[in-house]
Each structure stands twice: as C-alpha cells, then as structure tokens.
C-alpha cells in the first residue's frame, strides 16, 4: 500500500461509506454478537510479511460491519448521538490525510487560526459573549477535568502544582444529583475525593436547589472545608435536567467560586433562540462545555470548551520546557496549555467544513425537528396502554416506562433491543427502572421516530 494506489482505495471506501450509510436501516441497529465472536476469527499474531489490500479489505467487509452497533443508524435512540454528516466525514478524511499535530502555533498555524476563528463562530451561533474564547478537546469528560483542575488551583493559590496536595485543606466541589458522571472521575482524579463531591438535592423541576447549594458552602465553610467551584448542568444525561444556573450563579460569585456549565449535548440546541432560557445565566459562568460531535453534525471527536478568561486554566495545565520553546508565534495561542495533551488533531477543519456546507439555519432546522418530533413521540407513547411517560420531554430526551414495574420494563428494553428495529438504552429515576428515548442522529426522519411506537406496541 502506497500513495500511488491511495486514491483507488480511497474512492473505494468513499463508496462503500456510502452505501453503508443507504443500508443501515436494513440493519439491525446494535450488534448481534456475543464477546468475543470477532475475537475469535482473528489471529493471535501480526503477519511478518505485507498483505494484499483486496486481502485486507475481504476481512473488513466481512467481519467489521455486522460486529458494530451502528452509531449512524437513524433509529439509533440510546445514549446521545455521535453525528457524522458528510461534510464532516470528507474534512475527517483530509485531517488524517494531513496528519498534522497542532500543539504549538509553528507546528501547524492552521489548525491553530482556524481553531480561533471556529471559536468565535461558535460563540457567536449561541450567543455568548464577546468576551469568551475557548479551545477544543476530544471529549466533555477531559473539558470538565480541565474546568475542576482550574477550580482546585485557583483555590489553593496555584500551590498544588508545586507543593501537592498532602497539607491541602479539605476541598469541596458542588453539582446537583442530576449531573454527568464525568464531574465524579473529574473529582476522584483531581484529588479531590468522591466524598468531597457534594451532590446537591433538586427541586420538583430536577433543577439544583440554590438555597441548598449556599448552605453547603456555608456549612463547609464554617467546618474549615475549602469550597473550590461549581458545576451546572444543562441538560442532564439522565433525563435531561436542566439547572437554574442563573439563581446557582449568584450564590457562587457570593462565594467567589469557579463555575463550569456541562452542557455537552444540550448546547448545541442553544444556536437556536428559542431555546437558551433553558440554561439562562450560562453567559455568565466562568467555563462551558458542549460537544457538536453529539448533535451539530461534527465527527466524534469533538468537544468545545468556551472560557471567560483562561488564564488561569493556561495556569493549571500550561508547561512549557525548553524543546517546546518557539522562536516565532509568539503571541498565538499554542492550545497544548489549554489542556491535558501535547499533541492535538486538527479537529477545526470538520467545525470549519459543517458550519458552512450546512449553515446554520440548516443545522437549526434539523435540531428543531428533532424536538418536535420527540414531543410527538411521547404523545403517542402516553396513549398506549401499559405505558407511562415518567419525565417530559426536554428537548429532544424523555423517559419511560411499563405500568407493571422495573422486571417488566427491563424485559421490554430486553426485547426491543434484541428485536434491532431500534436500539434505546435506561437509567435510574426517582428510584424506577426507565427507558430513555433521545434523538439526534444525522439522517433520522419523523417516520424513523414514530417507529418507535410501532416497535413498543408490537413488543409489549
């Protein structure tokens, strides 16, 4: 294999990406397979001599495809998605082409400028302010990592990265219940502690209580504990929750504490007007986080972090030893500091091609369809006898479940997933077993929504 033979392959995979795509409602939507089937039918050890393309491509269309779970498959409604529009697909093939590794200005200007400017377009889509700017990381986890490493150092005077953590005070951490399991890795690993997080009680609306996030920090506070910062949620994984970030706000700028907002599948809805009341106040946090390779049409991977000033986030994770010193482009960001790895993809270029091949009006209507046709969806499953929607759709999530209790409505999610139609997934709320229903894929169609129904009916 060899640029010589690259682009017959390369147009030979571009087709069959394709026609993937055209069969994938003919498919099931998880794979059908038990652990360990593929592993089976591979060799234990690498082959010492080069082998044949045709060779290598026969076992890729022979043994990879029926082995995934089609993230791409327009009745995908577990989890959130993880968009793959075409423009995307085409500027993903050019990043790896390229091969450039952006950590520094001068080891790849354009993925750096282009990286600036694609923060300023995003910015201005959801209407934040100007004084915003922000980077890109692979995932929300590693951004929210970043946010709570920047809370502890802030805190503790930037002494941690130098002295440790071992004569520390005691350092505290609040979110609500409803909020992303990454913020519980982010407060293990930052040394925190799972038992420094404190999960603060909800009201009715599952939105955090402000009153009872300020006698936390009081309480803390009074016992000598050192309150580091806050995180909001704006659109819970669960089932959507949205915190009132703008009453949370207020009590932690009364307490001069950090505040990140984790809105990793729901901001990307915030480019349309109608729906940024959901997380008013966010415009004022110190940090925010959303993925548009969940619902904007951008390859995984691809998470947004947007800083007021990051300047102290450059302080917590910035380190610049002397072979990554630069004699020119000072002044350029070199977003390694920004965080946690040196080396950094291209991820601009696919922002950069889906905001302009689909527009934003383009990428506004589809998200706007996709809550339609949500709430019309949980319409017609409160019809059917036996079902119950137990949380209202936000946007475009809901929950639900079997009158007759958890053992039923396990056993359904059971036979849906096995019956491949369409692949959902649960969660734990207020205590029930419930099946949540979200969607967003690239290429689903009110028909592919609505056959949810057709599937729950058959299936009960």
């Not at 082409?97 to 377009?121: H, K």
């Not at 502690?193 to 909800?202: D, E, P, R, S, Y």
């Not at 006698?215 to 806050?230: H, M, N, S, T, Y």
């Not at 994984?237 to 009364?254: N, P």
Request: net charge negative; charged share 20%.
């Amino acid at each position: 294999m060899n640029h010589d033979v690259l682009p017959d392959w390369a147009a030979r995979a571009a087709l069959w990406v394709r026609d993937y795509h055209a069969g994938l409602r003919d498919r099931p939507v998880r794979a059908q397979i038990r652990p360990g089937d593929l592993l089976a039918q591979l060799p234990d050890t690498p082959p010492e001599t080069p082998e044949g393309m045709e060779t290598i491509w026969d076992d890729f269309a022979r043994l990879i495809p029926d082995a995934l779970t089609h993230w791409q498959h327009p009745r995908f409604f577990a989890y959130f998605p993880a968009n793959a529009s075409p423009a995307s697909m085409l500027a993903e093939q050019l990043i790896a082409g390229i091969g450039a590794q952006g950590m520094l200005w001068q080891t790849s200007p354009a993925a750096t400028e282009l990286e600036q400017a694609m923060m300023v377009w995003l910015r201005r889509a959801l209407a934040l302010p100007e004084d915003f700017t922000g980077t890109i990381h692979d995932s929300a986890t590693t951004a929210t990592f970043c946010a709570v490493l920047t809370m502890r150092e802030r805190a503790l005077g930037f002494r941690g990265l130098t002295e440790g953590l071992s004569g520390a005070p005691v350092m505290r951490l609040y979110a609500s219940a409803q909020t992303h399991s990454s913020v519980d890795k982010a407060a293990r690993l930052a040394g925190i502690g799972q038992n420094n997080l404190v999960k603060i009680a909800t009201r009715d609306d599952l939105s955090m209580d402000p009153e009872a996030l300020r006698q936390a920090i009081e309480a803390d506070k009074a016992a000598g504990r050192l309150p580091i910062g806050v995180v909001f949620c704006s659109g819970g994984t669960g089932v959507g929750a949205f915190d009132d970030i703008a009453a949370g706000l207020a009590v932690a700028r009364d307490h001069d504490l950090y505040t990140h907002v984790d809105a990793a599948w729901a901001g990307s809805a915030m480019i349309c007007r109608e729906f940024r009341p959901l997380w008013a106040g966010a415009e004022g946090c110190d940090s925010i986080v959303f993925n548009p390779h969940k619902w904007l049409g951008a390859q995984f991977d691809c998470a947004v972090q947007f800083l007021r000033d990051p300047v102290a986030q450059i302080n917590t994770l910035g380190l610049r030893p002397d072979y990554l010193q630069t004699l020119e482009g000072e002044g350029a960001p070199n977003f390694n500091e920004w965080t946690l790895p040196l080396g950094r993809r291209f991820r601009a270029l696919k922002l950069w091609f889906v905001l302009r091949a689909y527009g934003l009006d383009g990428l506004r209507t589809r998200l706007r369809n996709h809550v339609a046709w949500t709430e019309e969806l949980a319409g017609v499953l409160a019809q059917i006898p036996g079902v119950e929607v137990v949380t209202d759709p936000r946007l475009a999530l809901f929950s639900f479940a079997l009158t007759q209790g958890d053992a039923a409505t396990e056993a359904l999610l059971t036979r849906i997933n096995a019956d491949g139609r369409i692949y959902l997934t649960q969660t734990r709320h207020a205590g029930r077993f419930v099946i949540r229903f979200t969607c967003g894929t690239w290429d689903c169609t009110r028909d592919d929504v609505m056959a949810t129904a057709e599937v729950i009916r058959d299936l009960l």
